[in-house]
């Protein structure tokens, strides 16, 4: 098969690296790609958000399978452009339907999914510039912390966690009538505050069937022990410890299995892969949130840890056949340690060389943002590297990458010391 993964950061180069372990694989492009995956398949220079553009590159290199990275693609259309279009329909996507990619397109549409389908999750309402008032009055029912959270795609940040009631009011404020995140807060969902541990939940489905992949955690602050302003993501662990057996059976029961039928009951056309972000209350799950593809920085815990056929996995989901794949996962620990350029999440500077690379030898690395220049990789993002270990622990994983990382330096490398040791 020709496959084509659109995207370019350390999921991208982690999805890259386990399907070329596959037999079914005749030629890899990644689009736009990094210096990671330029060494293991052909980076092709794409914009992503240019369907034409896409669709030219399926015909010119035959593809037979898209593999969508980031979310933008999905919500905006990618899966129905490709379908709607007679000379490339039959191409397989992994990834859902513009309909169903609402789930991450829109906070209040997956509120109301869940509700709908009486999955746990934290109470909440929806406002707009029109009842700013009444917005008020629901902030003023609920106790502090206030989570506000503009309805559409906001790169990651459009959730603000107040502490003060008249800073929630001044905030709700700026997001309805400000525009603070643009178009996308011109609605906002005020919801409940949980208090619990978070983890993430992967589950690939072909519209009917699932499979349960790897849990993992991830660590979205910028500075040791959660503190500081948020990022994509600085690290992960995959299992997660504190998800046990009798946890995990609530998760399938009361989260997973109503998801999936939840989809099918609204004819919401769904092949990919559900991330679920969740939150454990007193032992009890709950729904924080839906997105559309996977996780980055899980995935690199997550495939590393899947020892079965990925493109098998992703025809099972196109063909509808995925009660017949064997999914088989390693039992060892995988720990993923992100290093970041200086000032990230803020402003950061590129094109610093990244050395020692070569050194590293019991760890796998995963490129996020690096380019090839002339023979030097350089840094091309706020996330750089992302170095991945297994072990029979969380300590001996983390132990591992936290050894590679003495062997690799940038000019003003950052990263978290702390990866895995709450667990
Ligand atoms: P979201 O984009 O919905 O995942 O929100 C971003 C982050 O805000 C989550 O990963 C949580 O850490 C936090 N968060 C969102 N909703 C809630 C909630 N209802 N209670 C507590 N924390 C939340
Ligand atoms: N690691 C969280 C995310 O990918 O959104």
Do not use: W
């Not at 370019?8 to 890259?16: D, L, N, Q, V």
């Not at 999440?345 to 490129?367: A, Q, R, T, W």
């Not at 991945?388 to 300590?395: E, H, I, L, P």
């Amino acid at each position: 098969m020709n496959i084509l993964i659109l995207g370019s950061g350390g999921r991208e180069h982690a999805i890259a690296y386990k399907i070329v372990q596959s037999n079914l694989l005749n030629n890899l492009f990644i689009a736009p790609g990094n210096a990671g995956t330029s060494k293991i398949g052909k980076n092709l220079n794409l914009n992503i958000s240019d369907f034409n553009a896409i669709k030219q590159t399926i015909l010119e290199h035959k593809i037979d399978l898209v593999f969508v990275g980031p979310e933008d693609p999905l919500v905006n259309g990618i899966h129905d452009f490709i379908l709607q279009n007679q000379d490339i329909k039959h191409v397989k996507v992994f990834g859902p339907q513009k309909k169903a990619a609402q789930l991450e397109g829109s906070k209040e549409f997956t509120k109301e999914f869940l509700f709908r389908h009486h999955i746990p999750t934290a109470k909440y309402q929806s406002f707009t510039a029109d009842n700013l008032e009444k917005g008020y009055q629901f902030l003023e029912t609920l106790d502090a912390p206030y989570v506000l959270k503009a309805d559409g795609l906001a790169a990651g940040k459009g959730v603000l966690i107040l502490n003060d009631l008249q800073e929630a009011k001044t905030e709700l404020k700026e997001m309805l009538t400000n525009q603070k995140f643009g178009e996308a807060s011109n609605k906002v969902v005020i919801e409940e505050f949980l208090d619990g541990i978070e983890l993430s939940c992967f589950v690939v489905t072909d519209g009917k069937n699932y499979k349960i992949l790897p849990y993992a955690k991830d660590y979205k602050r910028i500075n040791e022990g959660d503190k500081g302003l948020n990022t994509g993501g600085m690290g992960a662990v995959s299992p997660v410890s504190f998800a046990d057996k009798i946890f995990l059976n609530k998760v399938e029961e009361r989260i997973i299995k109503p998801t999936i039928n939840g989809l099918q009951k609204d004819s919401l056309p769904y092949k990919g892969v559900v991330f679920i972000g969740l939150i454990k209350v007193n032992n009890e799950p709950f729904v924080i949130e839906y997105n559309v593809r996977f996780g980055d920085p899980e995935t690199e815990v997550i495939i590393p840890r899947i020892k079965s056929d990925l493109l098998e996995l992703f025809n099972a989901v196109a063909e509808e056949k995925l009660d017949q794949y064997h999914l088989e996962i390693d039992e060892r620990t995988a720990v993923t340690v992100m290093l970041v350029s200086g000032g990230y999440p803020e402003k950061y500077e590129k094109n610093k060389e990244i050395l020692g690379l070569e050194n590293v030898k019991d760890s796998i690395i995963f490129h996020a943002g690096t380019k090839s220049d002339t023979n030097k990789t350089v840094t091309n993002g706020g996330r750089v590297l992302a170095i991945t270990s297994y072990g029979n622990d969380v300590k001996e994983a983390t132990k591992k990458s936290y050894e590679s990382i003495e062997k690799i330096t940038f000019d003003k490398m950052n990263y978290r010391t702390d990866i895995g040791f709450d667990l």
